[in-house]
């Protein structure tokens, strides 16, 4: 009976073949393979080397579980209880094993939050202004206020200065920022480096804004002089400047204060709006020595951060503070939820601030600062390992993302989950990613890139114009 109901229950495409799944996840009993697609152009096969090219307007299902109908007398055989319990299994001895072989993404995959489970049967909804309760009864209001109280404290802005919530994810928290700074300055301008994280570019095309792309240095800092330079041109305009507490793949953090130097020498105090998006490093920041500080002490509106990156969460989530007085631009009266509308969202996660406060509460100041310390001490190790093995590799003085040349292999690249751009790889050292970790990517890396390069008679790509020629060891630049 398994058998037959599975057949067809897992659709699996691409030139007939898919990507492997861990040996322990072995689905043939319950697949049936259906006609291969005509996928000419989007992607290789297996192991060729050959990058997967995205298309526009075609969705590419390399695999999925297919719902079906239940059997008539399936109350009574519980087969398809038991089918849904074995691919759940497997599922899950699967994610323990991608998560062995995760480093490129910033994910804090090192947190146990069972002590909550006893809430997962309830559905709790936060819509609304989290500073003014609705209607709706369950919610976790209390929890989210008590989170946001703690980001205001860390960015030294009073309670009763303060406006924010939990959001969905960092994109959200830039969306809502960049969204302030449109309604305080209904005829802003946009700038925002070139290395900004793509949300913030999808709020300019939402918002109908129109935006400057800034040019950025070697380390992926923004260039506060083309910076002047394109504020000259628009001198009549007021300003919404994104500043990145941590770009996405050199995770560079922008000169904030020179930032609001080059504003209010050219012109433009009182004249201007500035979000910073800090979805990984605006929490790690407070706790690294000699980094400039992120604070509402300066002349900044808002501050957003992920709240499944660096502190760890099972989903998506974030965290947005801005100025209270800025909120009355945007925010409205809903009367049928008795409460206002200044969010993003309407219904919002209300599971999230739990675990976030959950967190918040074990770890506190110190035990965040003991994981930021760890994590930079982790990255410093990964970045000298990779040089003594004469493989080009740069860090930022604020990060824990290391850069260092693409593998040649897809490959590899997808088995660890590294996030590459042109000839550039990352790898974000998260709290999860320990020593042992590293060293068996390393071992790895230094065997594959020895027949990449057949052991020094080819030579790896250039990538000094990525990470500069001091970082490059490419035949040109090799000391």
Known sequence: MVGSVGNGLMDLCDKGKVEPLPKEFDPTDIVEPVPALDLEGVGGEEGSGKNREIVLGRNVHTMCFTIKEPEVDDEVTGEREAYMASVLARYRRSLIERTKHHLGYPYNLDFDYGALAQLQHFSINNLGDPFIESNYGVHSRQFEVGVLDWFARLWELEKNEYWGYITNCGTEGNLHGILVGRE???????????????????????????????????????????FKAKLLQN????????????????????????????????????????????????????????????????????????????????????????????????????????SRDATIMGSRNGHA???????????????????????????????????????????????????????????????????????????????????????????????????????????????????????????????
Not at 188 to 197: Q, R
Not at 268 to 276: A, L, Q
């Open 235 to 338: 001198m009549e305009r007021p300003a919404v400047i994104n500043v990145n507490i941590g770009t996405t793949v050199k995770g560079a953090v922008d000169d904030l204060d020179m930032v609001i130097q080059t504003l209010e020498e050219n012109g433009f105090k009182g004249r201007f709006y500035i979000h910073c998006d800090g979805a990984l490093f605006g929490l790690m920041m407070p706790f690294v020595k000699r980094a400039p500080k992120v604070t509402f002490k300066k002349p900044i509106g808002s501050v957003s951060v992920s709240g499944h990156k660096f502190v760890g969460c099972p989903m998506p989530c974030g965290v947005q503070i801005t100025r209270l007085k800025h909120i009355n631009v945007l925010s409205s009266n809903v009367e049928y939820l008795a």
């Open 353 to 479: 601030p739990i675990f976030l406060w959950y967190t918040l509460n074990r770890k506190g100041y110190r035990g965040f600062q003991k994981e930021v310390q760890k994590c930079l001490r982790n990255a410093h190790y990964l970045k000298d390992r990779l040089k003594e093995a004469g493989i080009g590799a740069m860090l930022n003085e604020l990060s824990s993302t290391v850069v260092f040349e693409r593998p040649k292999d897809d490959e590899f690249v997808r088995r660890w989950q590294l996030a590459c751009e042109g000839n550039i790889a990352h790898v974000v050292v998260m709290p999860n990613v320990n020593i042992d970790k590293l060293d068996s990517f390393l071992e790895e890396l230094f065997q594959k890139r020895s027949c990449w390069y057949q052991d020094g008679k080819m030579s790896p790509p250039c990538i000094a114009a990525d990470i500069g020629p001091e970082n490059c060891f490419c035949v040109l630049h090799k000391k």
């Open 184 to 226: 305080v300055f209904p005829d802003g301008i946009l700038y925002a480096s070139k290395e900004s994280h793509y949300s913030v570019f999808k709020a300019a095309r939402m918002y109908r804004m129109e935006c400057v792309k800034v040019n950025t240095l070697i380390s992926g800092e923004i260039d506060c002089i083309d």
